[in-house]
T-cell receptor, first 117, second 118 residues
């Protein structure tokens, strides 16, 4: 079973529209971390946000906001007033607390966002 | 802002050749990782490394792969005999251990090495 599911493969929006990228995760751990990364065409992974499982407060950073809901195991990402520069592939990721053995990331399959001018 | 540095950014190699991908993790980090992303697909975990040994590896990390920390700063991924399907972006990452709960702070990815096997 997938630990991180991003059901939206591709999304296109017109500039200035709001867009929400969905992420559903699965874990049995009580301590875990959720992340969003942006991958522009150049290929690097750009860190956007990290959330631990004990902090369900929603967060806003400029045009970006994140809605973490443990009850539905979701960590959705909203871009308000989208811009062409937001066009990229966005990955949601989960990291579980494995004690001293190091913890791998489980990535979703990504959502490719295209913002049309 | 501390960075994880990967070299080279692009590498082209012939099938069957050995290739070494290099990474310089953040200096006070203790955990090191390699991930792979085949074009158009998700990022997949390969291996984690702690205290000079592999702590976890995925099914992808078979006998043709090896990792090494040859000195105090570099962390390398070696592919012994490259195949066409090894063509991918390879990401190195490092993280620090902090806090009583062992929270992994500062998990940082490098900008990747794009490997093309021809």
């Amino acid at each position: 079973a997938q630990k991180v599911t991003q059901a939206q493969t591709e999304i296109s929006v017109v500039e200035k529209e709001d867009v929400t990228l969905d992420c559903v995760y699965e874990t049995r751990d009580t301590t875990y971390y959720l992340f969003w990364y942006k991958q522009p065409p150049s290929g690097e992974l750009v860190f956007l946000i990290r959330r631990n499982s004990f902090d369900e407060q929603n967060e806003i950073s400029g045009r970006y906001s994140w809605n973490f809901q443990k009850s539905t195991s979701s960590f959705n990402f909203t871009i308000t007033a989208s811009q062409v520069v937001d066009s990229a592939v966005y990955f949601c990721a989960l990291s579980e607390d494995d004690g001293d053995t190091g913890n791998q990331f489980y990535f979703g399959t990504g959502t490719s966002l295209t913002v049309i001018p | 802002e501390p960075e994880v540095t990967q070299t080279p950014s692009h590498q082209v190699t012939q099938m069957g050749q050995e290739v070494i991908l290099r990474c310089v993790p953040i200096s006070n980090h203790l955990y090191f990782y390699w991930y792979r992303q085949i074009l158009g697909q998700k990022v997949e975990f390969l291996v984690s490394f702690y205290n000079n040994e592999i702590s976890e590896k995925s099914e992808i990390f078979d006998d043709q792969f090896s990792v090494e920390r040859p000195d105090g700063s570099n962390f390398t991924l070696k592919i012994r005999s490259t195949k066409l399907e090894d063509s991918a972006m390879y990401f190195c990452a490092s993280s620090a251990l902090q806090g009583a709960l062992g929270e992994r702070h500062g998990y940082t990815f490098g900008s990747g090495t794009r490997l093309t096997v021809v």
